[in-house]
Antibody, heavy 122, light 107 residues
Framework: QVQLVQSGAEVKKPGASVKVSCKTS????????MHWVRQAPGQRLEWMGW????????QYTQKFQGRITITRDTSASTAYMEVSSLRSEDTSVYYC???????????????WGQGTLVTVSS | EIVLTQSPATLSLSPGDRATLSCGAS??????LAWYQQKPGQAPRLLIY???NRATGIPARFSGSGSGTDFTLTISSLEPEDFAIYYC?????????FGQGTKLEIK
C-alpha cells in the first residue's frame, strides 16, 4: 500500500533552518510529483511548492520563493523540504502530498504524509 | 491568488442528517475543485476531485457539484465517522489554494 512517512517533530530557534523528509513506499516514486503543504495552528492549509520527481524541477509560491528548497533522492524514494530563516510565523504542521498520476490530475493530492510539526521559538 | 470561502464555518447536525457544505471562489476555477476531509491529528483525505468525481474508496454518500465559482459538497446521510473538518481546494489557477474549512460537528 502507498505510504508517505515524514520525519519527526522539530523545535528550532528563529533564523535557523529545518529540513523535513518524506519517505515513500508502495509505488514507483518517479510516477508522481510531490507537493508540500503547511497548516499553521487553527489556520487553513497553505500550498508551498512542488517537485517533479523525474527531473527534479521545482516550483514555489511567491510567498516562499528564496526561503524554501524542495529536493528528492530517487534512490531512496524520498522527498525533502528545507525552510530557511525560520520565524515564529512558520510554526506549522508541514505535509508532503502526492499528486495523482496522470497529466489531467495536476494539483490533485491523493496521498498525504502524517505531517511534521515544526515549532519556531526562542 | 484565488480566495476560497467556505460556508458555514460550523455545521451542527445529527447522524442520519443530510449535510450541505459550500465553497465559493473569488474567480472562476472551472471545475478544478477538490474536497478533503480532515480529522484531528490526521492528514487530509481526498474525497472529491474536479467538482464531482469521487476519489478511490470514497462512499457514495459523498457527492460534489458546481462549476465556475460556486461548489457544493453533499453528504446524503451522516455517519458518525463523517464528523470532521472539510476543506475545498482549487487547482484551476496557480498557486493552488484552500478554503478556511467547515467544521461538521455532532448536534
Amino acid at each position: 500500500q502507498v505510504q508517505l512517512v515524514q520525519s519527526g517533530a522539530e523545535v528550532k530557534k528563529p533564523g535557523a533552518s529545518v529540513k523535513v523528509s518524506c519517505k515513500t513506499s508502495g509505488y514507483t516514486f518517479t510516477r508522481n510529483a510531490m507537493h508540500w503543504v503547511r497548516q499553521a495552528p487553527g489556520q487553513r492549509l497553505e500550498w508551498m511548492g512542488w517537485i517533479n520527481t523525474v527531473n527534479g524541477n521545482t516550483q514555489y509560491t511567491q510567498k516562499f520563493q528564496g526561503r524554501i528548497t524542495i529536493t528528492r533522492d530517487t534512490s531512496a524514494s524520498t522527498a525533502y523540504m528545507e525552510v530557511s530563516s525560520l520565524r515564529s510565523e512558520d510554526t506549522s504542521v508541514y505535509y508532503c502530498a502526492r499528486e495523482t498520476a496522470g497529466s489531467t490530475m495536476i494539483g490533485v493530492f491523493d496521498y498525504w504524509g502524517q505531517g511534521t510539526l515544526v515549532t519556531v521559538s526562542s | 491568488e484565488i480566495v476560497l470561502t467556505q460556508s458555514p464555518a460550523t455545521l451542527s447536525l445529527s447522524p442520519g442528517d443530510r449535510a450541505t457544505l459550500s465553497c465559493g471562489a473569488s474567480q472562476s476555477v472551472s471545475f478544478y475543485l477538490a474536497w478533503y476531509q480532515q480529522k484531528p491529528g490526521q492528514a487530509p483525505r481526498l474525497l472529491i476531485y474536479d467538482a464531482s468525481n469521487r476519489a478511490t474508496g470514497i462512499p457514495a454518500r459523498f457527492s460534489g457539484s458546481g462549476s465556475g465559482t460556486d461548489f457544493t459538497l453533499t453528504i446524503s446521510s451522516l455517519e458518525p465517522e463523517d464528523f470532521a473538518i472539510y476543506y475545498c481546494q482549487q487547482r484551476g489557477n496557480w498557486p493552488y489554494t484552500f478554503g478556511q474549512g467547515t467544521k461538521l460537528e455532532i448536534k
